[in-house]
């Protein structure tokens, strides 16, 4: 016998359900025993496995589908509000960038080359403003030092005085942003 629900109510016959995740939902009266119940499953096996396939099927394809387009308008975002924020703070600090990319990164929130190209990950995209302007800043400074030098960090808070609660959210919240990409 398989895993399965019971609901008992007050109907007349048994019935046979699958749900979304592929579970099998049994209805059946409230008095009927429980071999006759087992003797009705084991009757339908082949339609339960077919229908537990199909299932299975369709929720894959969906996830897949789900993955690819959340990944693919997170991407979108990311780019016009990112490339937004890069050129803002690049021109009111005078700090000149080669290029900006958008990548799918999941260890890091940016990067910034020695050719001064600035790499930033698509999950800051659902980030609030404050922290992706942050993770901005700080990349645009590793222009002017390209370490954490105690001088990296004063140009840094000179920027965003408030940089320290910022990188403490992506620390403790920035996990969050991995979710659904």
């Known amino acids: 016998m398989k895993n399965y629900k019971l609901i008992r109510s ?10 979304k ?8 009266p409230l008095f009927t025993p429980v071999y006759i119940i087992e003797k ?9 496995t077919k229908k ?11 996830k897949k589908l789900q993955g690819s387009e959340i990944k693919k308008i997170t991407k979108q975002k990311a780019e016009n509000i990112i490339n937004k924020r890069v050129k803002y703070y690049s021109k009111l600090e005078n ?9 799918n990164a999941k260890n890091r929130w940016g990067s910034c080359s020695f050719k001064n190209n600035i790499n930033l990950s698509m999950r800051l995209a659902m980030a609030p403003i404050e922290i992706i302007d942050y993770v901005v800043i700080h990349e645009l400074c ?7 030098s105690k001088k990296f960090w004063n140009e840094v808070e000179k920027i965003m005085p408030n940089y320290k609660q910022n990188e403490k959210w992506l620390k403790t919240k920035g996990h969050l942003l991995s979710i659904f990409i």
Do not use: G
């Not at 007050?10 to 749900?19: D, G, P, Q, T, Y």
């Not at 995740?21 to 059946?28: G, K, N, S, V």
């Not at 700090?95 to 990548?103: A, Q, R, S």
């Not at 590793?142 to 954490?148: G, S, T």
């Open 10 to 19: 007050r109907r007349k016959s048994v019935a046979l359900e699958i749900n």
């Open 52 to 62: 537990q396939k199909i299932a299975t099927d369709k929720k894959y394809d969906l």
């Open 21 to 28: 995740d592929a579970e099998l939902i049994i209805r059946a």
């Open 95 to 103: 700090i000149k960038y080669n290029k900006i990319k958008i990548t």
């Open 40 to 48: 009705f499953v084991n009757q339908k096996n082949n339609w339960i």
């Open 142 to 148: 590793h222009i002017k030092e390209k370490n954490h």
